[in-house]
């Protein structure tokens, strides 16, 4: 399995799940309205989910009806990306800290 992150984190991202992640699996790039868990990597440890100052993380099966289509969307983010090259974008991406708290 995996986490998602959902609708509430566009254009939140103040990175706060990307800091207690333990395997650092969470992603984005500059051009991105959001972060997105890598699918293959998540060891489900759950760590994100109760930082998100949003609400915006769910465990994949636990997933609101209404948030469904993010599960497409962050399994969609990773396909043909190279992810050294991910690291580097989601390390360059700006958090947006104020309007998040
Ligand atoms: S559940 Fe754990 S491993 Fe998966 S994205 Fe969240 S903090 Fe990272
Ligand atoms: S903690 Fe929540 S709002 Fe902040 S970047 Fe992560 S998913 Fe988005």
Not at 57 to 66: G, L, S
Not at 67 to 93: C, H, I, S
Request: with cysteine; aromatic share 8%.
């Amino acid at each position: 399995m995996t986490y998602i992150i959902t609708e509430p984190c566009v254009n939140v991202k103040d990175g706060a799940c990307i800091d207690v992640c333990p395997v650092d699996c969470i992603y984005t790039t500059p051009d991105t309205n959001q972060m997105f868990i890598a699918p293959d990597e998540c060891i489900d440890c759950a760590a994100c989910e109760p930082v998100c100052p949003v609400a915006a993380i769910f465990a994949e099966d636990q997933t609101p009806a209404n948030m469904k289509q993010y599960v497409p969307l962050n399994y969609n983010f990773f396909k043909g990306k190279d992810m050294n090259e991910l690291k580097e974008l989601t390390r360059a991406a700006p958090r947006k800290v104020n309007e998040a708290h």
